[in-house]
Each structure stands twice: as structure tokens, then as C-alpha cells.
């Protein structure tokens, strides 16, 4: 019956199990997808019933049909024993942390986390008496000699959402099991079609929904799963904070999952062609993607992931700062903003010098991000072709 879901979604594919996840229009007088459903009280038939809490939704802070929608989705998709919604990839971030840390416990963190993270850590979390160390993102299983009796939780992102460092997440996560500590990770950048976080070793992973779930940039939602061990304490630290996400976000992040994997394919084949281009030309030292053999962690990529995004950075041979002004600021197509995985291109110049720690970020040329859409290649090329020749104008007039 095609009006109830299939059972044993299992034994299919992960683009019919995104077609059928989380939603049952039997329970929806047979409309396809889960409305909007907005509410605080939820009212109870007696006072029997509301002195127990006897409801599958007691509350608008716990839920509803339409937030346990995208969670069912996310939990089937994942593998994960549960999932929760934040309003914001960060707040998913930093939910996900509270979680499984205390006041005088140790946190190791990569030096190629994403920076909003980084700040949470030094922040708030170093006021509530939480230390973080950052770590090579490519220590891989040699992890093991930082840890500290008191090592409760390890972050990774991998690859690095500006430098694209690509992390040996198992072997991080046998070190850090071996010591009872936590396995986090931000998966936004593969999400999990294109790495399976949990099968990996990961205990609680994060996804900034508002990149390529939504696919629209036009909302914030945040998205963590996690497995068996921490998922109760999740759920927990989730409904103290309740840091609810709001229904018309969690209905259009839902509706963007049905397509994710088209457009996530897209993404990948346009970029992956941009990249090749982009290697070939004078004015580049450098392309940073996972997939090319010139990326730090490639090999890894190569063994865990089943694909590469639309995200990826370049280095450029080294110019003055006007020169990379010039190249960018003419861009016709391409942006300039933050956040990605939308339909549109980007473009953002980077530098991490100023803050990395353990690994400190040395390129050789100055850093710019590019996230590729869904418009015409050939429109792409020829807008980062014009942008060329005028970065080469601007240099000859600089020297
Ligand atoms: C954008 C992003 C986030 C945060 O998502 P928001 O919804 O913008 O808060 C977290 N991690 C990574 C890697 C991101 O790119």
C-alpha cells in the first residue's frame, strides 16, 4: 500500500529510503508530506491524562509530527539510535557537546574545525571549567599520547570546511574509545550518503542543515544523530535547553532531503569538473579537494567516503591582496557569502594563520573557498576565467 510507509526499509536503496523516510500519509488523510505542524499546548483529554503526561506529544518543546518526521528520516538515514533538531548547525554543535561534557573534563578538538565551534570551546565552554587542546587534524591513530585521564570527548570535522583536511575518523575513534572518551564529528560536508559517520566510529554526529539538507539557503537547522551509548544523554541535554527548531525550517529541510541526493550529485560532478580546470591554470598552486591526490588525508577519502560535495578551496600563486580583490569582486556568478550546499555559487577568500595552534596553516598563497552550484558550467568557468585576467592585471600593476 502505497499510502503507508514500506516496511523493512532496510532492504532498499538509500535514495528510496530518502523518498519514503519519516512520513505516512495514511496519518495525513493521504496528503505526501507531513504539514507544518505549530504548537505549544497540547491539549489532554482528562486530568488523569495530563498529571501522566499521557501523550505522544506532551508539550510543543518535545515535539511534534512534523519535527518527528525529518528526526525519524535522519535516524534511518544515519543508523543512529536517535536524532535531535537545533535551530542552527552551531546550536547542534554545541548541544552535542554539552551532552557529554562536564565541569574539569579535557576535550581535544581539531585545528581544522570549523571557527564558530572553536569559539564555543574557548568561550563558553573554558568558563565552565571544560579545557580544550587542537589537534593536528592529521594525527590520525597517534591521537592516543594526548589524551589526559580526564579526556572526555574528541571533535573532528572532517575534511576541514576551508582547508580540507581529511581525518582518519576510525583510528581517531578506536584511540579514543580505547580510553572511554567520546567520538564527536561535523559531517556537513560529505553528509551521510557520502560517509557514514556512525558506522565509522562516530558517537554523536552533527550536520548543519541549512547547507545541503535545505539546498535553498534560505533557512538554519541543525542536526544531530547519535548511536546507542549516547543517545539518552543527548535526548536529555536536547529537552533541558530546549532548543527547539522551528516547524516551517524543519518542514523545508525535510522536503530538501527527498532530493539531497540528486543535487548532492550535481554538486559533486560540477565541482569535481571546476577543480580539474582550475588545476590546470597558471595563477593556481594549488586545489584543495578531497578527491585530488594534492589534498592532505586524499588516501583516507579515498577508503571512507562514497563521494566528494560541491565545496572545495583553492591556493593561489602568490599575488598582493588587490590582486585577489580584483579576481573576485568582478565575479559575475559567484557570491561572496558564507554557508554553501545552496543551488547558487560562492566565493569566500580565507586565512587561517591568525589562529591555528597545532597546525599551523602555511599555503603558500593566499586561500579562497569556492562552493559550486547548480548554473551552467561553462558560465562558471568563463566568470573564474574573466576573474583570472583581471587578478593577473592587478598583479603586473602591483609589481
Ligand atoms: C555552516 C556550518 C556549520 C554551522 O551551521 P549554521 O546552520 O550556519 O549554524 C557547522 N559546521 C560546518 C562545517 C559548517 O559549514
Redesign the pocket.
Known amino acids: 500500500m502505497a499510502n503507508t510507509p514500506p516496511d523493512k526499509p532496510e532492504r532498499f536503496g538509500p535514495r528510496t529510503r530518502l523518498v519514503h523516510a519519516g512520513r505516512n500519509p495514511s496519518d495525513q488523510h493521504g496528503f505526501v508530506n507531513t504539514p507544518i505542524y505549530r504548537g505549544s499546548t497540547v491539549l489532554y483529554p482528562t486530568t488523569d491524562d495530563f498529571l501522566h503526561r499521557r501523550a505522544r506529544f506532551p508539550y510543543g518543546t518535545k515535539g511534534s509530527p512534523t519535527i518527528e518526521a525529518l528526526e525519524t528520516a535522519w535516524t534511518q538515514l544515519t543508523g543512529a539510535a536517535g536524532t535531535v533538531l537545533a535551530p542552527?548547525?552551531?546550536?547542534?554543535?554545541t548541544v552535542a557537546l554539552m551532552s557529554c561534557l562536564k565541569a574539569g573534563d579535557h576535550l581535544l578538538v581539531t585545528d581544522s574545525v570549523?571557527r564558530?565551534?572553536r569559539q564555543f570551546c574557548d568561550s563558553v565552554l573554558q568558563a565552565f571549567g571544560i579545557e580544550t587542546t587542537y589537534y593536528d587534524p592529521l594525527i590520525g591513530g597517534d591521537i592516543a599520547r594526548l589524551f589526559r585521564p580526564n579526556t572526555a570527548a574528541v571533535f573532528t570535522?572532517s575534511p576541514g570546511?576551508q582547508t580540507f583536511e581529511v581525518q582518519d575518523v576510525p583510528a581517531i575513534a578506536e584511540a579514543a574509545h580505547r580510553h572511554g572518551a567520546v567520538v564527536l564529528m561535523?559531517n556537513?560536508?560529505a553528509t551521510p550518503l557520502f560517509f557514514k559517520a556512525h558506522e565509522h566510529g562516530v558517537d554523536l554526529s552533527?550536520e548543519?542543515?541549512?547547507?545541503y539538507v535545505s539546498g535553498g539557503s534560505d533557512l538554519?537547522?541543525?542536526l544531530v544523530s547519535a548511536n546507542e551509548r549516547c543517545w539518552p544523554a543527548l535526548r536529555r541535554t536536547f529537552d533541558a535547553f530546549a532548543m527547539c527548531a522551528g516547524p516551517e525550517d524543519v518542514f523545508l529541510c525535510l522536503r530538501g532531503l527527498r532530493t539531497m541526493p540528486l543535487r548532492l550529485q550535481e554538486a559533486e560532478r560540477q565541482a569535481l569538473e571546476l577543480a580539474r580546470w582550475l588545476e590546470t591554470r597558471p595563477e593556481v598552486k594549488r586545489v584543495l579537494h578531497p578527491a585530488f591526490e594534492s589534498c592532505p588525508g586524499h588516501a583516507v577519502w579515498k577508503r571512507d567516503f562514497k563521494g566528494s560535495s560541491g565545496l572545495f578551496s583553492i591556493i593561489l600563486e602568490p599575488v598582493p591582496p588587490q590582486a585577489v580583490a580584483a579576481f573576485i569582486d568582478g565575479l559575475e556568478l559567484f557570491g561572496i557569502g558564507?554557508?554553501?550546499g545552496g543551488f547558487e555559487s560562492l566565493i569566500t577568500p580565507f586565512d587561517c594563520t591568525g589562529y591555528r595552534t597545532a597546525a599551523p596553516w602555511n599555503p603558500g598563497g593566499p586561500g579562497v573557498r569556492l562552493q559550486i552550484g547548480l548554473e551552467d558550467l561553462a558560465d562558471l568557468r568563463a566568470d573564474l576565467e574573466a576573474g583570472f585576467a583581471r587578478l593577473r592585471r592587478e598583479a603586473a600593476r602591483a609589481a
Open positions: 542552527s548547525g552551531l546550536a547542534a554543535v570549523y564558530p565551534t570535522e570546511s561535523d556537513t560536508w552533527i548543519a542543515g541549512t547547507k538554519l537547522l541543525g558564507a554557508s554553501w
